[in-house]
Structure formats: structure tokens, C-alpha cells
Nanobody, 124 residues
């Protein structure tokens, strides 16, 4: 089973950028489709983006299209989420996750392993 460690969160002003990273160990990342989710206070965890095993296909939540980019480097077993033009409504704990099935899974129960989460706070 793969283990995941999220990092890269922080405090940023509206319009700023952050890049989240998700380092995998225990098993090669290329065995998994990968995704990013987020959970704001008092809200359910929601899908943000997913990427296929070799990185050839991606899928995004509508509200982040054109601002966020998911990518992966299987050679170094790392997943990324580049977040630009950040808005206060992007404030949440962000989680990376690994899925053993599906090309671009979007549902929480498609994923078998989760990172610990990294806090992103966007100030207005």
C-alpha cells in the first residue's frame, strides 16, 4: 500500500499562488490514479482535481478550472497541485489521495489512501 504526505499549504492573499506537493512512498505512484480533495470548516470533503496514472488526462472541479493545475512526476513519486488566482473560498484543508481503479475518479470512496492534509488559507 502506498503512503502519502501532503505539504505546501500556507497563508496567502487573494490572487496569490501556492503549490501543493504529495510525496508517495511504499509503492510506485504510477500504479495509481491520483486526486486532490479539500474540506472547508463545517463542509463536506469535495473533489478538486484528478489525474490519470501516466498524467495524460486530468479532470477539474468547475470552480477551479483555469486556476488550478494538477500534475505528477512518477520518476520522483510526487503529485502536485499548482493553485493560482486564489480566492477566499479556496480556503480549506487539502488532501491528496490515491485510487487503484478508474481513469479519473471523483468520488471519495474511489480512493484507498489519503494524505494527512495541508491547510490553505486565502485572506481577503
Amino acid at each position: 500500500q502506498v503512503q502519502l504526505v501532503d505539504s505546501g499549504g500556507g497563508l496567502v492573499q487573494t490572487g496569490g499562488s501556492l503549490r501543493l506537493s504529495c510525496a508517495a512512498s511504499g509503492r510506485t505512484l504510477s500504479s495509481y490514479s491520483m486526486g486532490w480533495f479539500r474540506q472547508a470548516p463545517g463542509k463536506e470533503r469535495e473533489f478538486v482535481a484528478s489525474i490519470s496514472k501516466l498524467g495524460r488526462s486530468t479532470l477539474y472541479k468547475d470552480s477551479v478550472k483555469g486556476r488550478f493545475t494538477i500534475s505528477r512526476d512518477n520518476a520522483v513519486n510526487t503529485l502536485y497541485l499548482q493553485m493560482n488566482s486564489l480566492k477566499p473560498e479556496d480556503t480549506a484543508v487539502y488532501y491528496c489521495a490515491a485510487s487503484s481503479g478508474g481513469l479519473l475518479p471523483t468520488r471519495i470512496n474511489n480512493y484507498v489512501t489519503w494524505g494527512q492534509g495541508t491547510q490553505v488559507t486565502v485572506s481577503s
